[in-house]
T-cell receptor, first 113, second 112 residues
Framework: DGGITQSPKYLFRKEGQNVTLSCEQN?????MYWYRQDPGQGLRLIYY???????QKGDIAEGYSVSREKKESFPLTVTSAQKNPTAFYLC????????????FGSGTQLSVL | SQELEQSPQSLIVQEGKNLTINCTSS?????LYWYKQKYGEGLIFLMM?????EEKSHEKITAKLDEKKQQSSLHITASQPSHAGIYLC????????????FGKGTKLSVKP
């Protein structure tokens, strides 16, 4: 079945540590996105990618980094510079950047130890 | 910048009752999307509205976009426990390059 897979489901970060969240899709979509969801805050865009080897900052990119070496994969690294990383992270994809029907993964809950 | 405001923030209804959730944009909407999220999971696409006055239905859920294209409502008829979750509206941000902006969501609980 085609879909978008995020892993792990739960992740714990120690202070000063970088952690990487995985996002893989087999929908053959060009565009991929990372959103952060905090309780009562809705979704905020961290990074998005229109095509392989290209990505753009979203509204809250500071303290995060991404790569897009393959069409199927769009990993997100939460760096030690992100001082408040505890949140629910959602990865999404769409056919292209103009297609607003997004397909979402099941999310990763990141917590700080 | 464009903002989407949803109301109410949360809603508790008795099973079988009807309910309405609203989404109001600070600017004209060029496409309005409704998603549903179960707690701790990803979002599932419900429906998309693009034209002023447009109305779409899926099972017992009906969504409308007003003529001025600045407000949308989501109506659930005869609510069931399976309708429980967080409903989010999304829209293309004005001047964006495909980035969807989202409302903060409406948390719906359905009491059996």
């Amino acid at each position: 079945d085609g879909g978008i897979t995020q892993s792990p489901k739960y992740l714990f970060r120690k202070e000063g540590q970088n952690v990487t969240l995985s996002c893989e899709q087999n929908l053959n979509h060009d565009a991929m996105y990372w959103y952060r969801q905090d309780p009562g805050q809705g979704l905020r865009l961290i990074y998005y990618s229109q095509i392989v080897n290209d990505f753009q900052k979203g509204d809250i990119a500071e303290g995060y980094s991404v790569s897009r070496e393959k069409k199927e994969s769009f990993p997100l690294t939460v760096t030690s510079a992100q001082k408040n990383p505890t949140a629910f992270y959602l990865c999404a994809s769409s056919r292209d950047l103009g297609d607003e029907k997004l397909f979402f993964g099941s999310g990763t809950q990141l917590s700080v130890l | 910048s464009q903002e989407l405001e949803q109301s109410p923030q949360s809603l508790i209804v008795q099973e079988g009752k009807n309910l309405t959730i609203n989404c109001t944009s600070s600017k004209t909407l060029y496409g309005l999307y409704w998603y549903k999220q179960k707690y701790g999971e990803g979002l599932i696409f419900l429906m998309m509205l693009q034209k002023g006055g447009e109305e779409k239905s899926h099972e017992k859920i009906t969504a409308k976009l007003d003529e001025k294209k600045q407000q949308s409502s989501l109506h659930i008829t005869a609510s069931q426990p399976s309708h429980a979750g967080i409903y989010l509206c999304g829209a293309r941000g004005v001047g964006s390059q495909g980035n969807l902006i989202f409302g903060k969501g409406t948390k719906l609980s359905v009491k059996p």
